[in-house]
């Protein structure tokens, strides 16, 4: 049997599981990953290929390694056990259970199970118990303090639940999917270590949940404890590395997992749109928008990951494009915080941040933990120059994510606002150390150091120079870099970086003050060197000025004429064609 068969026995088996006790996401997953199989092409018909759609030009464009047609070597590939149907007597107490959870009627669901010992009615009234007390936390919440307000509510069905899924644990009486709640319930009253073991012990024993992935996902928050953790070898495992890469702003490693599974799940949605957030976070702008083109091509009613198409269309200012997605998203599902976030762009764009806003916020009331709703927030409030209320933001997106680079950025910009450079500099130097490649950040921090209470100029020109290096696409560190050196008295330094800067501006067909500052210093520096020949080169193309600059370039030549013994007597005017 086939690699790519047996991946279609293993998710067809998985997702009939998952439904079955009602996990509802993990099921869907495993669904969209099943589709993403490349299919026999013996068995394509022209009605029912993808090919002819053009989706997959995207991938073979932009590919940067050759994708075999089977996962990674060393990838086991285990069959999928067969869960344990211990329902036979009183199966009928389970249907009516999950017709009740279905219907979100939790309490009713777990009553009706409340004498069933079989596993699957023991997992579906424990997580019945858990969503009924997640459900009465959620209106605590806004009862004392109001949607988006904080709140000491919690979920009262932890402690119980704790103490029943732990017996059966002791007791070597849990399945997967028990073991997959008692870790859910442990993070949640902050038992992170053993959580850990009891989601890897889950996983392992049945990898195709992905939700208990993404609760593990939750709880590794850096590359030790990643690498700490003992989890079988299986193709499922490669898109966990996958995924908690990205968290852990890994993108290029990321990106090359992402890419090889994409050998055999040729067709995935999920995993063009993690390629796109990969190359998104990579700032490959140009890349990013085909891949959401294509993605809106073959699922066209799609509304996740959209608000990452709409940030990309933001940063180009793509007015037109953000509008039709927006209007897109509404005719779809408006009540999405997605499609909240899209439109709060869109406004964002139009600069009309009140408006802006106001859809943050409901964006917010549907989901509280929406990380990108807060920061995109802080944002607005920082043009609305409202920086106590971009603070207040901004702190709720780091409690959420203490790895958010935006949010502690927003921060450094927002004391910075205030006039507290002392307290920008800290939050500057979280935003880098979690995002080192963003030259953006460098160069913030960099202006930080160069304000008129700190004045460290040194540090100022190492921050410069990391964002030169990190593709400074505003360019503006290759000039403060020329300007802090001849502020320093370092002629030699201020004229190294001077001289970039113009080759990258002649480069890139800029014109502007920069331009004629840099030949000014050039052409000084070189004459004072008796460099006559380099600076008879700067002073000629400032004769193509009409400003001062021309008379101070003529002036400048006349200098060099006389100092220069055997300097052929001409007219200055010859210089200028």
């Known amino acids: 049997m086939s690699s790519k068969e047996s991946c279609r026995i293993e998710l067809r088996t998985a997702i009939r599981q998952l439904s079955d006790r009602c996990l509802y996401s993990a099921s869907k997953w495993a669904a969209e990953q099943l589709v993403g199989i490349e299919q026999d092409p013996a068995k394509f018909t022209p009605s029912n290929t993808r090919f002819?759609?053009?989706?997959?030009?995207?991938?073979?464009?932009?590919?940067?390694?050759?994708?075999?047609?089977?996962?990674?070597?060393?990838?086991?590939?285990?069959?999928?056990?067969?869960?344990?149907?211990?329902?036979?007597?009183?199966?009928?107490?389970?249907?009516?259970?999950?017709?009740?959870?279905?219907c979100r009627e939790y309490r009713r669901a777990a009553h009706v199970l409340r004498d069933q010992t079989?596993?699957?009615?023991?997992?579906?009234?424990?997580?019945?118990?858990?969503?009924?007390?997640?459900?009465?936390?959620?209106?605590?919440?806004?009862e004392l303090e109001g949607p988006l307000g904080k709140s000491d509510a919690v979920n009262r069905e932890l402690v119980s639940l704790e103490r029943e899924l732990a017996t059966l644990c002791k007791n070597n009486t849990i399945d997967p999917f028990g073991l997959y709640l008692y870790g859910l319930v442990l993070k949640e009253k902050g038992n992170?270590?053993?959580?850990?073991?009891?989601?890897v012990e889950s996983v392992n024993s049945y990898p195709w949940n992905w939700s208990a992935w993404s609760e593990l996902q939750s709880l590794c928050t850096t590359v030790d404890i990643l690498n700490g953790l003992n989890l079988s070898n299986h193709w499922m495992k490669e898109?966990?590395?996958?995924?908690?890469?990205?968290?852990?702003?890994?993108?290029?490693?990321?990106?090359?997992?992402?890419?090889?599974?994409?050998?055999?799940?040729?067709?995935?949605?999920?995993?063009?749109?993690?390629?796109?957030?990969?190359?998104?976070?990579?700032?490959?702008?140009?890349q990013v928008e085909v891949i959401f083109e294509d993605l809106l091509r073959n699922?066209?009613?799609?509304?996740?990951?959209?608000?990452?198409?709409?940030?990309?269309?933001?940063?180009?200012?793509?007015?037109?494009?953000?509008?039709?997605?927006?209007?897109?998203?509404?005719?779809?599902?408006?009540?999405?915080?997605?499609?909240?976030?899209?439109?709060?762009?869109?406004?964002?764009l139009k600069g009309q941040h009140e408006k802006s806003v106001v859809y943050f916020r409901r964006a917010l009331k549907l989901n509280k933990n929406y990380l990108s709703a807060w920061t995109l927030m802080g944002h607005e409030y920082v043009e609305m120059k409202n920086?106590?209320?971009?603070?207040?933001?901004?702190?709720?997106?780091?409690?959420?994510?203490?790895?958010?680079?935006?949010?502690?950025?927003?921060?450094?910009?927002?004391?910075?606002?205030m006039g507290m450079p002392h307290y920008a500099l800290h939050y500057f130097r979280k935003s880098v150390f979690f995002q080192p490649i963003d030259s953006r950040l460098w160069i913030a921090m960099a202006q930080c150091y160069e304000s008129e209470q700190l004045h460290m100029l040194e540090e100022a020109i190492k921050c410069y120079k990391r964002a030169a290096n990190c593709n400074d696409t505003e360019a503006i560190a290759l000039h403060r870099l020329a300007i802090l050196h001849r502020e320093?008295?370092?002629?030699?330094?201020?004229?190294?970086?001077?001289?970039?800067?113009?080759?990258?501006?002649?480069?890139?067909?800029?014109?502007?003050?920069?331009?004629?500052?840099?030949?000014?210093?050039?052409?000084?520096?070189?004459k004072t060197q008796k460099k006559f020949e380099e600076a008879e080169v700067y002073c000629t193309r400032l004769l193509d000025y009409t400003g001062p600059e021309r008379e101070t370039a003529k002036s400048?030549?006349?200098?060099?004429?006389?100092?220069?013994?055997?300097?052929?007597?001409?007219?200055?005017?010859?210089?200028h064609p």
């Open 52 to 102: 002819q759609r053009g989706s997959s030009s995207i991938r073979r464009r932009f590919r940067t390694n050759e994708i075999t047609s089977t996962p990674p070597t060393g990838v086991a590939y285990v069959s999928t056990p067969v869960m344990e149907e211990d329902e036979a007597i009183h199966g009928d107490f389970y249907l009516l259970a999950k017709s009740y959870f279905d």
């Open 118 to 142: 079989g596993k699957k009615s023991v997992f579906l009234r424990c997580y019945a118990l858990y969503l009924a007390g997640e459900k009465r936390k959620e209106e605590e919440m806004i």
């Open 192 to 199: 992170e270590n053993l959580a850990r073991k009891v989601l």
């Open 239 to 286: 898109f966990f590395l996958a995924s908690i890469y990205q968290e852990l702003r890994m993108h290029n490693e990321s990106l090359s997992k992402y890419e090889n599974l994409q050998g055999m799940f040729t067709f995935s949605n999920y995993i063009q749109a993690q390629i796109a957030k990969a190359r998104y976070s990579l700032r490959e702008f140009e």
């Open 299 to 348: 699922d066209p009613y799609r509304v996740e990951d959209m608000d990452t198409y709409s940030n990309v269309l933001y940063t180009k200012e793509c007015f037109s494009a953000l509008s039709y997605l927006a209007h897109r998203v509404i005719m779809t599902d408006k009540y999405r915080p997605e499609s909240c976030c899209i439109i709060g762009n869109y406004y964002s």
């Open 387 to 417: 920086t106590p209320a971009a603070v207040d933001a901004y702190r709720r997106a780091v409690d959420i994510n203490p790895r958010d680079y935006r949010a502690w950025y927003g921060l450094g910009q927002a004391y910075e606002m």
């Open 488 to 526: 320093l008295d370092q002629p030699e330094e201020a004229a190294f970086y001077y001289k970039k800067d113009l080759e990258r501006m002649e480069a890139e067909e800029r014109e502007g003050p920069n331009i004629v500052e840099a030949l000014m210093f050039l052409a000084t520096h070189y």
């Open 556 to 575: 400048l030549l006349r200098g060099m004429r006389i100092a220069q013994s055997g300097f052929p007597s001409m007219d200055v005017e010859h210089f």
